[in-house]
């Protein structure tokens, strides 16, 4: 069936043999409203990680401090926090183990 729609295109694609030189996806692209610090992100990007790295890094630290921490002694507003913060500590980890696996070494949380 492929056959009848290739119909005369079929040995050309059999020889075909296309490797892209472009950089489309080697250059960093900025989409916020400060693109005059496009060079900035880029080096903090390249020599510290990924978004993601970086905010699993601060969830861990913040885990970290709220440790022992008495939601009881929390105002109802700084409980919601807490409990937000840890609800999306909780949806990052769970989702880079979806995506790597359960026995991943996930920064998040360890």
């Known amino acids: 069936m492929l056959g009848d729609l290739l119909g005369p295109f079929a040995n050309f694609l059999k020889r075909w043999d296309y490797r892209p030189t472009t950089s489309w996806f080697s250059d960093f692209v900025t ?6 610090d496009a060079d900035l992100e880029r080096r903090v990007l390249g020599d510290v990680g990924s978004y993601g790295l970086q905010l699993s890094r601060v969830l861990d630290a913040v885990e970290l401090l709220l440790d022992g921490t008495d939601l009881a002694t929390l105002t ?14 909780d949806q990052a980890r769970a989702s880079v183990d979806r995506h790597r696996g359960p026995d991943s070494s996930c920064l998040i949380g360890k």
């Open 31 to 36: 989409v916020n409203w400060n693109s005059r």
């Open 76 to 89: 109802p507003e700084a409980q919601r926090t807490v409990v937000r913060l840890r609800d999306l500590a």
